[in-house]
């Protein structure tokens, strides 16, 4: 993310969740390690708001490697097909919007099935088979205490 955005964004968050709220960043890690991005990420994040809590969370490669992981949770949800299995490593899938279009009846459209699927997706299973996952879940746990 290039300097200054990431900042913006989060006096933005930090601005709309009023006086008491707290900001959680959610990024696709693309081809970068979460575990080495993420660190810089939220030490830049916290100097830009730094009265707020903020915790910082990265999708290894992209978002829709969660719903890989946890694939059959969504079975029949927005034209994903029926009796699907998780792939072994679900954050290793180069490419997973494309993994997910090729078992839809249909393409997949980020912005029309995303929000509907991260309803549905059971978030047990993706925290067991997606450290990535995981580690947004800790996040947000540790936001809300």
Avoid: N
Avoid at 35 to 64: F, H, I, M, N, W
Avoid at 81 to 107: H, I, Q, T, Y
Wanted: net charge neutral; with cysteine.
């Amino acid at each position: 993310m290039k300097q200054g955005e990431l900042e913006r964004y989060s006096r933005l968050a930090a601005h709309l969740g009023g006086d008491d709220g707290c900001v959680l960043v959610l990024l696709d890690a693309d081809e970068d390690c979460p575990a080495e991005l993420g660190p810089s990420l939220l030490e830049r994040a916290r100097a830009a708001v730094p009265d707020r809590r903020v915790e910082v969370a990265l999708a290894k490669r992209e978002y829709e490697a969660w719903f890989l992981a946890s694939i059959e949770s969504i079975c029949g949800t927005r034209r994903i097909l029926p009796g699907l299995s998780a792939p072994p490593d679900p954050e290793s899938v180069g490419g997973a919007k494309e993994w997910l279009g090729a078992r839809m009846s249909g393409s997949y459209r980020p912005t029309a099935d995303q929000a509907a699927l991260s309803a549905r997706f059971d978030m047990a299973l993706a925290r067991r088979r997606s450290p990535s996952f995981d580690k947004l879940w800790r996040a947000t746990q540790a936001l809300l205490r």
